[in-house]
């Protein structure tokens, strides 16, 4: 943990070459796939609807959109359909190949740091991606010169603070950051973007932060109190470590999981991704 902000992050980065983990094998290690199975597919759409709800009335009908770490392309393919104008990119080959193949949306295949486009964008979404960067506010700076004049970064990361999470759980081996709501709106200042919102959602597992690029001299204006930040970090895991053995739920989960994950098999039989998306969307 940085003392300096109480961001959170791993020292040193486990990979050789993160780019390279991410380009070929990282699908592999978390899903044990290259490309995704129905399941993940359908499990990916209905998670895309509730993005969708969350922002469409924040831009307008006909945005240029992009997703950044657009993974299977399932968001895509969704903004697609309610017509917007969206593309991906994604650094993970065979996955966004699949989204290629499968779904023929517009996907770069490209880390952050080298993506290039004539294009400017209306709106950027990132979804439990930049826990995943080495270096984020470098892609993220460089990502924001692809937006418009006004318009929005959206980010969703996890919570690290989700007091319903097994403590031992938070520490996933390919998040090289974690963040709470106080150091995700620091780091994005970092990068040169001033916080529009930026607080948990739903039974606060993620993080949902509206972002937009600041005037340089509000942002300079905009102080955060450094010390607290750590003292805030580390008060609040401890007490979600303690929280999280007191609810009686959390040794109940594994009914909830099996009896999603049933359902999202019998729901997928005999479909293509596609067919899947075209049925929910």
């Avoid at 709501?181 to 200042?189: F, I, P, V």
């Avoid at 049933?262 to 929910?280: M, P």
Wanted: with cysteine.
């Amino acid at each position: 943990m940085s003392i300096e902000s109480g961001l959170i992050y791993v020292d040193p980065v486990p990979f050789k070459n993160t780019e390279e983990f991410y380009k070929t094998d990282y699908r592999k290690s978390y899903k044990g796939v290259h490309c995704p199975k129905p399941k993940h597919v359908y499990r990916a759409a209905k998670i895309a609807q509730q993005r969708l709800s969350r922002l469409v009335d924040l831009i307008p009908s006909s945005a240029r959109c992009l997703d950044a770490g657009s993974s299977s392309g399932e968001f895509v393919y969704l903004l697609n359909s309610k017509g917007f104008l969206a593309e991906g990119v994604e650094a993970n080959m065979p996955y966004a190949e699949y989204s290629q193949a499968e779904l023929k949306i517009p996907v770069t295949i490209s880390p952050f740091s080298q993506f290039e486009s004539e294009q400017k964008f209306d709106l950027i979404t990132m979804f439990h991606v930049l826990e995943h960067l080495e270096n984020p506010v470098l892609d993220l700076a460089h990502l924001g010169q692809f937006l418009k004049p006004g318009g929005l970064f959206i980010i969703e990361v996890p919570n690290i603070l989700y007091v319903d999470m097994a403590f031992s759980h938070k520490w996933h081996p390919g998040h090289l950051f974690s963040f709470s709501a106080r150091t995700l709106s620091m780091l994005m200042k970092k990068a040169g973007f001033e916080t529009v919102v930026c607080s948990p959602i739903g039974d606060a597992g993620n993080l949902w932060g509206i972002f937009k690029f600041a005037d340089q001299k509000e942002l300079s204006s905009k102080k955060f109190s450094k010390p607290a930040s750590v003292e805030i970090n580390f008060k609040e895991l401890r007490k979600g470590k303690i929280l999280y053995h007191l609810r009686f739920w959390n040794y109940l989960k594994f009914i909830s999981k099996t009896y999603k994950n049933i359902k999202e098999i019998f729901r997928t039989r005999a479909k293509n991704g596609r067919e899947i998306l075209d049925e929910i969307f």
